[in-house]
């Protein structure tokens, strides 16, 4: 190995509202030697998400734990097994690992997953959003055929995905909400949204309801707040809501709360069940989520929306900018 200094970002100190550049520093380093046991790997890509902006914050409501001042943050990253003695693992094999933003990576072997190389069209497209998104279609909303679904926050990593997913079991009208009409256009012509709410343009109980003229079987909710009501209180006899994130208090500026207001009668009265659900209790669908992915990547029935910025020095705007809303689908840094 030729190198022998790399670059990781670290947290130069906490947020006190948006997510802006100076809270990063970029740092050069020497590149570890692996000792028995352990992985050193050249990182190739990683993706960031909107859960990151809660790691900021000293303290967090997410079973992950807060990134630490001065120190390196961390993420889902895909890379290139350099060395790893004492392992199964051999050079030049593709893991994937949770100590990204950095250019190697030094970790225990059982803190990497070997991946098939071959699996997927582009090594990136295991950075996706999908097995989540596959969850709440699947598991949290029970999306059945001829359901008509709301998704929030449809235009993100996830929602850009669960989409894609609630056609594949069956939805007869898929409806997604997102923060402007750029986003909202493109939801529909290129992803297969059959109508789309947008935030800020009018009350989303009205926008919706004129969306949904029969109400809703099943919501994907990665917002809350105003969102939720909304699909609360259009959502039919029956109807299923899988609560998957919160980016209404997630992405808060001033760092509230975006409570909801529930009339637990009117829920019972229509049997409307709300499931909170979070990958880490369905692991099992990661590997099925990859081939499901990799096959439609393949034969064009799944499509992978994202954005893609080159090199580790733009990962703090990457991350500003998925925050900010800037783009749709995931967001990976190629590094």
Wanted: aromatic share 4%; no cysteine.
């Amino acid at each position: 190995m030729t190198n022998r200094t790399y670059r990781e970002v670290r947290l130069a100190a906490r947020p006190t509202g948006p997510v802006t550049d100076d809270l990063f520093e970029i740092v050069e380093v020497p590149v570890p030697e692996p000792g028995p046991g352990q992985v050193l790997v050249r990182n190739t890509h990683m993706g960031l998400g909107a859960v990151m902006r809660s790691l900021m914050d000293e303290h967090n409501d997410v079973p992950i734990p807060s990134y630490e001042v001065g120190a390196p943050l961390h993420g889902h990253a895909i890379g290139e097994v350099v060395a790893a003695p004492g392992t199964d693992l051999n050079p030049g094999d593709l893991v994937e690992h949770q100590l990204g933003w950095r250019e190697y990576a030094l970790l225990d072997a059982d803190a990497a997953t070997r991946l098939d190389p071959d699996l997927m069209p582009d090594p990136a497209a295991y950075l996706s959003q999908g097995a989540t998104a596959l969850m709440g279609i699947e598991r949290g909303a029970e999306v059945r055929p001829g359901d008509t679904v709301f998704v929030t926050g449809a235009a993100g990593g996830v929602g850009t995905l669960a989409g894609q997913v609630a056609r594949q079991f069956g939805a007869a009208r898929v409806i997604g909400s997102t923060g402007s009409q750029q986003k909202a256009d493109r939801l529909i012509k290129e992803l297969g949204y059959d109508a789309v709410v947008i935030r800020g343009a009018g009350p989303i109980e009205e926008q919706l309801r004129e969306a949904a003229p029969d109400g809703i079987d099943a919501v994907f909710d990665n917002v809350g707040g105003e969102q939720l009501e909304a699909a609360l209180a259009l959502a039919n006899r029956d109807a299923r809501v899988a609560i998957v994130g919160a980016l209404a208090s997630q992405l808060s500026p001033d760092g509230t709360t975006a409570k909801v207001a529930v009339d637990s009668l009117s829920l019972l009265i229509r049997s409307i069940t709300l499931r909170g659900i979070a990958l880490y209790k369905h692991l099992d669908l990661i590997p099925q989520w990859n081939r499901r992915f990799a096959a439609g990547l393949r034969d064009g029935t799944l499509t992978f929306p994202h954005a893609r910025l080159q090199g580790l020095e733009q990962a703090p705007r990457a991350l500003r900018e998925l925050t900010e809303g800037r783009h749709l689908g995931a967001v990976v840094v190629e590094l």
